[in-house]
DNA sequence: TATAACATTGCATTGGCTGCAATAAACTAT
DNA sequence: ATAGTTTATTGCAGCCAATGCAATGTTATA
C-alpha cells in the first residue's frame, strides 16, 4: 500500500529516474524530429542523444511520434475528466474547455503546433493518433449526453475543429477554447455557402 | 504517342496483365484481412495467395491497408471532379456528392463499410488516409469556393461527416449523399446541445 | 525479326517493433 | 547493515514492412 502511494505521488530515487529518463527520451526525439523531420530521424538517433538503449525506447513510447509529441498513457487526466464532470452550460462548450483548457493535451500544444507547422507530413499521423483518442473522449461525452448518438456528434465536432486549427496555425497562438468554439461557429456558417465560379 | 493513348485506353495484353495482376493482389488482400484483420495478415500471405513476388506487391500498393481497400493512384478521380466543376447549389452539397456520389470511393464504399465495421481497428489507420487526400478534396473545393478558407471549411465539416457515417455504419447500409447531409444537420443541431447531469 | 519498353522477380538492406532472459540498480523488512 | 524482492535497463534474436538495384523474361513497335 504505502509503495503504491509513494510510487504514485512521484517520490523515490526509483521514480524520479523514471521521469527522467522519459523525459531525455522525449527531448531528443522533439529536437530531433523538429530538425531533420518524421522520417529523417530514426530510433536509433534519438535513442544514441538521449542515451538509452532502442529497447528502453519501447518501454516508454509505442512510436517516434509518440516520443516526440510527450503523449502519455492515459489521453485524458484525472484533471480535466474531473472538470468536465462537474461543467456547466453546453456539451460542446465543455468539450472543447476538457481537450484544449486543460489536460495532456493543453500541455504539448505548443510543441505540437510547432511541430505539425514546420512539418505538415505529421499531420496524417497525428489525425490518426486523435482518432485513437477520440473513443476516450466519446465514453466521457456519453457521461453528460442525452445519448450516446449525441455524444459521438459532439466529440466529431469538436475534433474537426480540432483538426481545423492545427491545420490553419500559422500563426503561431496556442488554441484556446474560445478559438475553438468560434472555428466551429465558421463550420456551421459554410453550411450554407453557394459554388461560385471557377476560374474559367 | 500512340503508346500512350493505347495504354490509357486499357487496350493491349499488357495493360490487361497489369490489372488483372492488381485485382488479383487487391481480393487476396481484401479476403485475408477481412479474415484475420490487418495485424494478423503478412504481405508475404498476401503474395501467396495472389501469387506474385512480395517485391511486386509494392510495385501496386504502398501498403497493406491501401491493397485491402483496393486504394488507386487518385484519390479523386476525373468523372468526380468533372461532375463537381459542373455543380449547382451549395459547396457543402456538391462536395458531398463528388466523396460519396461518384468517384473512386463510392465504387469501394461497401467492401470499406463491411471492413471497419468487422475490424475497428482499420479506423485509425483509414483516418490517417482520409487525411491524405484532404488536401486534394481542399485543392478542388478552391475552385469553387469564395476564399481559400472556405474550402478547407467546407472539406473538415463534409470529411468529420463521413467519419461520423463510418463510425455510425452497422446498418450495412452504403452511405448516400443524402445520408451525409443529414449527417451535417446533425452536427449543426448538436451544437447547442446541453450538458446533462452525470449518473450521480 | 530486331529492338525498345516494361512487368516481374530475387537479393540485399534498412528501419520499426516485440519477446525473452540476464543484469544491475532501487526498494522493503528485519 | 543485510538479505531478499521488485523492476528498470539492456542485449539479442527475430519478424515484418518497405525500398533500391540489377537481372530476366515478356509484350509492344517498326
Known amino acids: ?45 534519438i535513442c544514441r542523444e538521449a542515451e538509452v538503449s532502442s529497447r528502453t525506447f519501447f518501454n516508454y513510447f509505442p512510436s517516434k ?48 503546433k510547432g511541430l ?4 505538415p507530413e505529421l499531420i496524417r499521423t497525428l489525425s490518426g493518433m486523435m ?7 466519446i465514453e466521457l461525452a456519453t457521461e453528460r449526453a442525452s445519448s450516446a448518438a449525441e455524444a459521438e456528434l459532439a466529440v466529431t465536432l469538436v475534433l474537426a475543429a480540432v483538426s481545423l486549427t492545427v491545420h490553419n496555425g500559422g500563426d503561431g497562438q496556442v488554441p484556446t477554447a474560445e478559438l475553438l468554439m468560434s472555428t466551429i461557429d465558421s463550420l456551421e456558417r459554410v453550411r450554407s455557402a453557394p459554388l461560385v465560379d471557377g476560374r474559367g
Chains 1, 2 share one sequence.
Not at 489521453?75 to 460542446?92: C, K, M, N, Q, Y
Not at 505539425?116 to 512539418?119: G, L, P
Not at 482518432?131 to 473522449?137: E, L, P, V
Open 1 to 45: 500500500m504505502s509503495t503504491l502511494v509513494t510510487l504514485d505521488a512521484g517520490d523515490g530515487l526509483r521514480e524520479r529516474k523514471k521521469q527522467q529518463t522519459r523525459r531525455a527520451i522525449h527531448e531528443a526525439a522533439y529536437r530531433l524530429v523538429d530538425e531533420h523531420g518524421l522520417e529523417g530521424t530514426t530510433i536509433d538517433q
Open 65 to 112: 511520434m509518440a516520443a516526440a509529441l510527450g503523449i502519455p498513457e492515459e489521453p485524458v487526466d484525472d484533471e480535466a475528466a474531473a472538470r468536465f464532470r462537474a461543467a456547466t452550460g453546453s456539451l460542446v462548450d465543455a468539450l472543447c474547455d476538457m481537450i484544449v483548457g486543460g489536460g495532456q493535451f493543453a500541455a504539448r500544444q505548443a510543441r505540437l
Open 116 to 119: 505539425v507547422t514546420r512539418h
Open 131 to 137: 482518432t485513437a483518442t477520440r473513443g476516450r473522449f
